[in-house]
């Protein structure tokens, strides 16, 4: 008999990351593509308030995506990078040497434990269209008047802040209502859940 999946197939299904970093003289960015297992596309581009190199863009670039990611509510995580350097370093086939990069690689490995399942996958430029084209965006604009949501890091250890979001539809809208107006959902383990990821967004 065939019928609608249980709800242990639907935890164990990939979330799919896209991410690139981009380093120009006006500053560094990332951007970053989540596709929840439903198929819905969540757009970011964040804006780095630090100096990097291109090389730390890229790392700067997955780790941010895979915080976005695990707040979301990613347990099986398939990322894809068009930087060979980071996707060998991640998988442990080149050595990290620069203090900067293995600082980024020892948060990798840290946010590889929040999922049960992690892969690293190189794909080609051509492939990673979406993803170059925030990273650029990020880089390149202090304001931004698309509908993408603008990330900050003020260095790179701090929590992703959520700024300038208007009609929000997806999976941030519980978040802002529970961080502005104290809403939570009327169910007890939603609720709990939410408060848990909730924790790490500020709104300004």
Request: proline share 3%.
């Amino acid at each position: 008999m065939t019928g609608a999946p249980s709800e242990g197939t639907s935890k164990n299904k990939k979330w799919l990351l896209h991410v690139d970093g981009s380093f120009t003289t006006q500053g560094s960015g990332a951007g970053i593509v989540i596709t929840s297992p439903q198929g819905e596309d969540l757009e970011f581009a964040v804006k780095f308030r630090f100096k990097t190199s291109n090389n730390e863009a890229d790392n700067g670039a997955l780790v941010a995506g895979m915080k976005i990611a695990h707040e979301a509510g990613a347990k099986h995580l398939l990322a894809y990078s068009d930087s060979q350097l980071v996707v060998k370093q991640v998988e442990g086939s080149y050595e990290a040497k620069e203090k900067s990069m293995v600082q980024y690689l020892q948060q990798i490995a840290e946010l590889r434990t929040s999922f049960e399942s992690f892969q690293i996958i190189q794909i080609s430029r051509e492939e990673n269209v979406k993803a170059d084209s925030l990273s650029r965006l990020a880089s390149a604009l202090e304001d931004c008047r698309r509908h993408i949501t603008i990330q900050y890091l003020p260095n790179p250890g701090t929590a992703l802040t959520i700024q300038a979001i208007s009609s929000i539809t997806d999976w941030r809208a519980p978040i802002i209502e529970w961080i502005e107006k104290g809403n939570l959902p009327s169910n007890r383990w939603e609720a709990s859940r939410l408060k848990s990821r909730a924790a790490r967004f500020l709104i300004q």
